[in-house]
């Protein structure tokens, strides 16, 4: 199998429709898609089973547990994660990260919408700033590169301290060989009213 996609999902019926819809439409078809429900008490595993090929529990009440049920789950040869109330840009997405994988490199960068800011340019970040933008959400990852960094459980603050940037962090630590697909193939749906990060700076103010 290719790839596959993980979904750590909390409660999130009222949305996480759009996020499977935008894999499910997708033209590539050889993949996985693993949705870990974490402390679910809405209808979010019914919605899940309607799309999912696994889907999994965890109790966690922060995004690593899930996160790394779904690698220890997963039998893509790549792997990418989406958060529940994001989703896909087109059809075409899993279609351009395959033509853009080569066997020289280990994790592909690529772009993203950033709502209500504009383009997150993937070369930008990490060609011109030399930057890697933190989140998961925005790379593909060879399976047998990063099964050995697991993911920790770490409660979000408002400082910006996160089991999701904690583990790409530690990944990059380990070097891997980059490849970058500058164009927008992902939509971050930042502060989605209830979202974690919409939660975070009003208890803790700007982050920036």
Not at 8 to 20: F, G, K, Q
Not at 126 to 142: D, L
Request: charged letters at 25%; one cysteine or more.
């Amino acid at each position: 199998m290719r790839f596959s996609v993980i979904i750590p999902a909390h409660n999130s019926e009222s949305y996480i429709r759009r996020c499977l819809n935008s894999i499910r439409c997708q033209s590539f078809t050889d993949y996985e898609l693993i949705v870990v429900c974490d402390a679910c008490t809405d209808g979010t595993e019914a919605v899940a089973r309607e799309y999912a090929d696994k889907v999994l529990f965890t109790n966690a009440g922060n995004d690593g547990p899930p996160r790394q049920a779904g690698v220890d789950a997963a039998e893509g040869d790549w792997i990418l994660f989406l958060d529940d109330d994001d989703w896909w840009m087109d059809t075409e997405v899993l279609r351009k990260i395959d033509a853009a994988i080569t066997n020289d490199i280990d994790v592909l960068l690529f772009g993203f919408i950033f709502k209500g800011v504009g383009y997150g340019s993937a070369n930008r970040f990490y060609n011109e700033k030399r930057v890697i933008w933190p989140a998961v959400w925005n790379k593909c990852y060879r399976r047998d590169f990063i099964l050995d960094v697991r993911f920790r459980s770490i409660v979000p603050t408002p400082d910006g301290k996160a089991a999701d940037i904690d583990w790409t962090q530690r990944v990059f630590a380990d070097h891997p060989r980059i490849g970058v697909l500058d164009e927008p193939l992902y939509f971050y749906n930042y502060m989605r009213p209830g979202s974690q990060t919409a939660t975070l700076v009003k208890v803790g103010g700007d982050t920036d």
